[in-house]
């Protein structure tokens, strides 16, 4: 289950150095994600299962340093109940406080994991347009339902949204901006189009950094959240 980790991250949890936790394995098949070898099943195999207790003696190491833990993938909350087993383990053996990032296809488990304060931080990627999700190979139902839980939080969460034309720009911020209402905070971020990415033939393309300060202000000017600029 466990992939991946990274022991000191400064950009990863907003406001605290962080250990960081990298679950293997997707549901979606995002043209534009880089973390191909978390996603593509074959290359998901090549990646050896790190030990869990080992990372967790890590964490406790560290804790004198660090502030939190951040749980990212791939997508996190389809590994159910070992994820809310390891959430667990994070919470009680270290007492760190937890960020979660998601996809948001599984509210369910999100809702669980907040009911139960297993989690402090959420931050949700909107992918693209509610009606392009068909596109991801995902159903955009789910998301609508974690975006509420997410509006209950009192600001402990963000949405990320990354400029990737041609799946998210302006026509498809406009399509979002119902369901970004009532978020505390929204963080877009440009596309890295010297990356490898999911689908090899997805336009190597970015916006300019004035046409991302436009973004910026649209959103502004249409949201009372906070709009957050991230490199």
Same mark, same amino acid.
């Given at each position: 289950?466990?992939? =991946?980790?990274?022991?000191?991250?400064?950009?990863?949890?907003?406001?605290?150095?962080?250990?960081?936790?990298?679950?293997?394995?997707?549901?979606?098949?995002?043209?534009?994600?880089?973390?191909?070898?978390?996603?593509?099943?074959?290359?998901?195999?090549?990646?050896?299962?790190?030990?869990?207790?080992?990372?967790?003696? $890590?964490?406790?190491?560290?804790?004198? *340093?660090?502030? =939190?833990? +951040? +749980?990212? =993938? =791939?997508?996190?909350?389809?590994?159910?109940?070992?994820?809310?087993?390891?959430?667990?383990?994070?919470?009680?053996?270290?007492?760190?406080?937890?960020?979660?990032?998601?996809?948001?296809?599984?509210?369910?488990?999100?809702?669980?994991?907040?009911? $139960?304060?297993?989690?402090?931080?959420?931050?949700?990627?909107?992918?693209?347009?509610?009606?392009?999700?068909?596109?991801?190979?995902?159903?955009?139902?789910?998301?609508?339902?974690?975006?509420?839980?997410?509006?209950t939080l009192d600001g402990q969460a963000? +949405?990320?949204?990354?400029?990737?034309?041609?799946?998210?720009?302006?026509?498809?911020? $406009?399509?979002?901006?119902?369901?970004?209402?009532?978020?505390?905070?929204?963080?877009?971020?440009?596309?890295?189009?010297?990356?490898?990415?999911?689908?090899?033939? *997805?336009?190597?393309?970015?916006?300019?950094?004035?046409?991302?300060?436009?973004?910026?202000?649209?959103?502004?000017?249409?949201?009372?959240?906070?709009?957050?600029?991230?490199?």
């Amino acid at each position: 289950m466990i992939k =991946g980790f990274r022991g000191t991250s400064v950009v990863d949890y907003p406001g605290k150095i962080a250990s960081v936790i990298f679950l293997g394995g997707c549901n979606w098949r995002c043209p534009y994600c880089y973390n191909v070898d978390l996603v593509v099943p074959e290359r998901l195999k090549a990646l050896p299962d790190l030990n869990e207790d080992e990372i967790l003696s $890590e964490i406790q190491r560290r804790k004198g *340093f660090i502030k =939190g833990v +951040v +749980v990212t =993938g =791939g997508e996190p909350t389809i590994w159910g109940r070992r994820l809310k087993t390891l959430v667990e383990r994070i919470k009680h053996e270290t007492g760190l406080a937890i960020k979660l990032d998601t996809n948001g296809s599984q509210p369910d488990m999100v809702a669980y994991l907040v009911e $139960e304060a297993l989690v402090d931080y959420i931050a949700l990627d909107f992918k693209t347009a509610p009606s392009r999700y068909a596109e991801l190979s995902a159903d955009f139902d789910p998301v609508a339902r974690t975006l509420e839980i997410l509006r209950t939080l009192d600001g402990q969460a963000e +949405v990320r949204i990354t400029l990737a034309p041609p799946l998210v720009g302006k026509k498809e911020l $406009e399509e979002m901006l119902p369901w970004l209402e009532g978020l505390k905070r929204i963080a877009i971020q440009k596309f890295v189009p010297e990356v490898e990415t999911l689908e090899a033939t *997805f336009p190597r393309r970015t916006f300019s950094p004035e046409e991302i300060l436009a973004f910026q202000s649209f959103l502004k000017k249409h949201l009372s959240a906070e709009i957050i600029l991230r490199s």
